[in-house]
């Protein structure tokens, strides 16, 4: 449970103290920035040149999910609307969660695919 709070809250997987962006997600001109170690117990976030490349294919996942979750919405509760309705309002939404998506598709490649897990039955 400790570790689904962190890797949520953006803290290190390793103290899960320290924060791992350096800005809040809303600073929308910053929000992708991360720190390159720990500020707590100085782990180094990305073990290897390109290692959160991977998280591409879990925004991907997301935005996908989130895509079809909204479609389904919106043809079972707005009786099907046209299509320049879905493709607004689709958009929009892919468009103000972007900054989340991003953030908790590099968590969730830290924490599954790094070598520095605190414990391995979390």
């Known amino acids: 449970m400790k570790a689904l709070l962190s890797l ?3 803290k290190c997987p390793k103290c899960r103290s320290g924060n791992v962006f350096t800005h809040k997600f809303y600073n929308l001109l910053s929000f992708d920035k991360m720190n390159i170690f720990c500020p707590i117990c100085n782990v180094k976030f990305e073990q290897e040149t390109g290692f959160l490349w991977g998280a591409m294919y879990f925004n991907y996942a997301l935005t996908t999910g989130f895509t079809i979750i909204v479609s389904l ?6 009786n099907d609307p046209p299509l320049e309705i879905y493709a607004i309002i689709i958009i929009g939404t892919i468009l103000l969660l972007t900054p989340l998506l991003l953030r908790f598709s590099r968590m969730l490649m830290i924490y599954l695919f790094s070598p520095y897990r605190k414990y391995r039955g979390e």
Not at 73 to 78: D, G, N, Q, T, W
């Open 8 to 10: 949520l809250s953006g």
């Open 73 to 78: 919405i919106l043809y079972k509760f707005f």
